[in-house]
């Protein structure tokens, strides 16, 4: 075990077994687990002594051991009860620890405790004499009202399990295996070819033209093999450019910024939008496939255009003339074609999705099953698939459930003295910590720590004015904007790898687009998204 | 990450400090060794440490004192040692006759002939190529070679092989 993992291991476990020991009144002990979780997996997901995704299963797997029903935490420590023992009419004596502070009992109906109010008349060390006309000779109490279990019911350990089946994962595999077959059958490149060429041969329209593309793209497909596609395409290019021409720069600094830019633009673009929209549904909030990208493409394109203007500004072209040679054509096979048709209309049912009302992931499992059934995708693309983002995801969105359902969240929220700040102000910390936060970690695991926080800071009536669906946005949003750093995204990695940017450049150029899409981001939270909710 | 090794088996002093000033720009991410006979060769080979080395690219004279080239990467073939697995082999020429050339594709899988003289561009290209399709093959990953090697090959790889992590 080398040094970064032992560090790693220690800090995980002192903050899980801290959050057991803390003193605090006001989170039940299911809360406590929760954080302790909560701890566990933001300090493997931040230091990563193993992959990000086995983190994510590991929270599961905690999950399941320690807070569901059927896990043997619970099923070895189930609470005692006991029955009340009638004195007078509805006056009943129980153990004092039956009664808790507040005067409310713990009572067993269809298997779940629930609270009821009764009226301490009489109360010793060792018993209580209430008054309830609740009560009845069967009634079941927990002997002790402070157990754990009396206080929080289990849930069922199918809740933790079906988050690697929620709807937004299956969207997410909708869009995995349409990219598998559009890499298999050079979609990708072919549309490349086409939208490229009304842009000329200016390197400055060459330059927006591959942003157009690269975002396009990467709405639909991972940003990652989207830059690594589009670095295929251009390098050569770009390579026999002059040596010191510092455009190669810019355009090698275009592909990675457009495509995480672009993975704003669609619920599939990218999986922090996973977990805002996870965390929307929980709280009742279905957001559809259209109207996601008409609260996000404005943006996207004002980003777009700004980091155009602004790489060549920095890098100015001194070529009158950059020639992109292109060369290719569709195929025609029928596997070819049935991929074209299912392609297109399962992204033709996505963007009408206001018209027939089918929801985006009942849609994307259409393209799951006919391109595995024509073989457009095969056993090998199958296997290829990208599975650990979908694990990755799950974990986080099984956090979330957790920490909603054990009332952590609400409970971390409460801990920040959010009322100097007023609404709009939490709103801009939560945006700034997303962005700060995802240029030294995943996006998607900044997404997965703050989301069910400013979810329960709204849903706690705290952000008086703003909407659920605003915050959300603000968050995964905000993760997508960081790229100041060549470990902020993958994109950013692979650029900076060909050696064609200096680490400088980047950080220059992505901390200027992080504070102004910070701005931008805070505009569109307050003046467009928060009007139509 | 590997340590990748070039390895360049040459008998005549000058001609192997010729290739190894050539190949001086790979130094920075491979680890460049000069060998005089094919005993050298094995002696540096058979050292290498399983876990942590691989050898990318191996030139190789032909007539040589001692065990003849082609002979030397026949033997390592049968040999089967971990690092060589997914060598690619290149032979100087100007002396292998028609049998030889043969039994060089045949038996030895070298992947191209150099022949004497040649340009340092023509050799750096070479190796360039060359380290680009073992880098591939074995699976290496790829972003930290991309600036040394074909940085456009190398993207097209990770495109392909979809084993980056996605969800930064």
């Known amino acids: 075990m080398n040094q970064k993992t032992l560090i790693a291991l220690v800090l995980a476990v002192a903050g899980f077994v801290t959050a057991l020991l803390l003193p605090v009144a006001d989170l039940s002990m299911a809360g406590q687990i929760t954080l302790g979780i909560f701890l566990f997996a933001a300090v493997f997901w931040v230091l990563e002594p193993i992959p990000i995704y086995a983190t994510s299963l590991i929270v599961i797997l905690l999950q399941v051991l320690l807070l569901s029903a059927q896990g043997p935490l619970a099923q070895y420590t189930v609470p005692e009860t006991v029955q009340p023992v009638r004195l007078e009419a509805d006056t009943w004596e129980l153990p004092a620890a039956a009664v808790t502070d507040e005067a409310k009992v713990r009572m067993k109906r269809n298997g779940r405790f629930q609270a009821v109010d009764v009226e301490v008349l009489e109360s010793t060390a060792a018993t209580a004499t209430v008054r309830s006309a609740e009560l009845t000779e069967e009634t079941a109490l927990a002997r002790r009202a402070a157990h754990w279990q009396a206080e929080f019911t289990p849930p069922s350990y199918t809740v933790f399990l079906n988050t690697l089946a929620n709807p937004i994962i299956i969207l997410f595999l909708g869009g995995f295996v349409m990219a598998a077959g559009a890499s298999k059958y050079r979609v990708d490149r072919n549309l490349i070819r086409i939208i490229l060429r009304p842009f000329g041969t200016r390197p400055a329209g060459v330059m927006i033209g591959m942003m157009a593309i690269t975002a396009l793209l990467s709405a639909f497909m991972s940003n990652t093999a989207t830059t690594a596609m589009m670095m295929a395409v251009v390098l050569p290019v770009i390579s026999a450019a002059p040596e010191g021409d510092r455009f190669r720069i810019g355009v090698a600094l275009c592909i990675p910024f457009a495509a995480n830019l672009g993975g704003i633009a669609t619920p599939i673009g990218t999986p922090p939008n996973a977990i805002a929209l996870g965390a929307l549904s929980q709280q009742g909030v279905n957001i559809p496939f259209t109207t996601w990208m008409g609260l996000t493409v404005p943006l996207v394109v004002v980003m777009l255009v700004f980091v155009w203007f602004l790489l060549l500004k920095v890098f100015p072209s001194r070529e009158k003339n950059l020639a992109l040679e292109l060369t290719g054509t569709f195929e025609t096979s029928p596997k070819a074609w049935a991929l074209y048709i299912v392609a297109g209309g399962t992204i033709l049912l996505w963007v009408t999705e206001a018209l027939h009302g089918l929801s985006s992931s009942l849609v994307a499992l259409i393209p799951v099953a006919l391109l595995t059934a024509f073989q457009v995708v095969e056993k090998k693309e199958v296997r290829n698939l990208p599975w650990e983002v979908l694990w990755l995801m799950a974990g986080g969105l099984a956090l979330g459930v957790a920490m909603r359902e054990t009332g952590l969240a609400e409970w971390m929220v409460g801990v920040v003295p959010w009322g100097v700040l007023g609404a709009a102000g939490a709103l801009a910390v939560f945006g700034i910590v997303a962005i700060l936060l995802s240029n030294f970690i995943s996006n998607t695991v900044a997404a997965t720590l703050l989301m069910p926080l400013v979810m329960s800071f709204v849903a706690s009536g705290m952000a008086e004015g703003f909407a659920l669906t605003t915050a959300a946005l603000t968050v995964a949003v905000g993760t997508s904007l960081a790229m100041a750093l060549p470990v902020s995204t993958p994109p950013n990695a692979i650029a900076v790898s060909t050696g064609l940017i200096r680490t400088p450049d980047m950080v220059k150029m992505g901390v200027i687009i992080g504070t102004v899409g910070y701005g931008a981001v805070l505009a569109m939270a307050f003046l467009f998204w928060n009007l139509i909710f | ?168």
């Open chain 2, 1 to 168: 990450m590997p340590d990748i090794h070039i390895l360049c088996i040459e008998d005549e002093p000058d001609v192997l400090d010729a290739v190894l000033r050539d190949l001086a720009p790979f130094e920075e991410k491979f680890t460049l060794t000069g060998a005089a006979d094919a005993a050298e060769a094995r002696e540096i080979l058979e050292g290498l440490d399983p876990e942590n080395d691989a050898v990318g690219l191996i030139f190789c004279d032909h007539i040589m004192p001692g065990q003849r080239g082609i002979d030397l990467l026949i033997a390592l073939r049968k040999d089967n040692l971990q690092p060589l697995e997914h060598t690619r082999k290149v032979l100087f020429t100007g002396q292998a006759d028609h049998a030889d050339t043969i039994q060089a594709i045949n038996e030895a899988g070298i992947d191209r002939y150099l022949a004497k003289p040649w340009e340092a561009d023509e050799l750096r290209g070479l190796t360039r190529k060359l380290l680009t399709e073992f880098v591939i093959a074995a699976r290496i990953p790829p972003l930290p070679y991309m600036a040394v090697l074909d940085s456009a090959r190398l993207a097209e790889a990770i495109h392909d092989r979809n084993d980056f992590n996605e969800a930064g």
